[in-house]
């Protein structure tokens, strides 16, 4: 049987629309970084040394956060909590105390004890194949994000979970890479990782950031957001599928079902101030779909979200609306 691998691959947000501009003894910096399976371009602008430092310092943050939070690596802080070593780095215990929180507060839709559903489709390692119902229940028996206690430092499972912080990671490492560069001395930077952005203060010259949101089809982008101090976080089941038999599957599972997410819509994108928050719910808003995903947006404060269709429809939540520019048509979902 033939497997055919799509163009399926994570946005190439392109950090060169948006430069640092010309202001005199302002430098731009940037940085390329591969880690946790994805090219990672960061941008910081200021001061040459303290950019270049800054750059350094956040490389190092980001090749050590993926040494912690990478599955398949016997040494990893995840390998071993998911082989019954509970005790964890601190920020092993806060991403996973995060990852749990959203997952309670969506309900299940982001589930970080996922693992499991995500071996069987061979989503590590790129061995992708369809496993059979039995296997997907099976699997199905050991996600529940019940099944994690985190007390202090230490981070126990239990009924056969399994966490992959692969919804969650991106956006977590995005806010330490923020704090990083503010320790740099740095008030204006931008880093993509992955497709994952992140913006630190506004250009050097007070322009806000332009970021493109990719269209999920590919080709033209559906339009920008103009931000500061922001995470633009988009999932997409474009970013990673396999073809089998004329049927695409790709990378959100929806754990109620086991199978990959099929709620209506290509992409998600959310837009907060919290790029760990914003990661999650990407994730879990891709999962629920428009309406479940607008209910949960009118519930819940701290971000605002564009979906796009599988009808290529544009909705457009109303915070978002007020920096989104588009020659698209869209929708605005207000709040009640
Ligand atoms: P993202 O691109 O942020 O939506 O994350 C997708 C990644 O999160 C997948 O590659 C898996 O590692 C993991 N994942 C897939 N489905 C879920 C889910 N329902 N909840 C939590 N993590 C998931
Ligand atoms: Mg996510």
Redesign the pocket.
Known sequence: MKTKRLLCSAAAIILTLSGCGNKALTKEESLTVYAMDTVMELKACGDEDAAKAALRAAEREILRLDALFRRDSEDSDIYKINHGTAQASADTAEIVRRAAEI?ASTDG????T?APV?DLWG?YGGNFRVPTDSEIVAALERVGYKNISVGGEAVTLSGGAQL?L???A?GFASEKIMKIFVENGISSALVSLGG?VRALGTKPNGEKWRIAVQNPDGGAYIGYLDISDLAV?T?GGY??CFERDGVVYH?????ATGYP?DSGVKSVTVIGSDGTLA?GL???L??MGLDKGTEYWRTHDGFDVIFVTNENEIYVTEGAADIFESDSHYEILDKT
């Open positions: 997952s839709a982001f589930d970080v996922i995500m989503f992959d692969g919804g969650i991106k994952n976080i999932s970013q990673r990378h959100i599972i929806d754990p997410a990661d990407s994730t879990a891709f999962v």
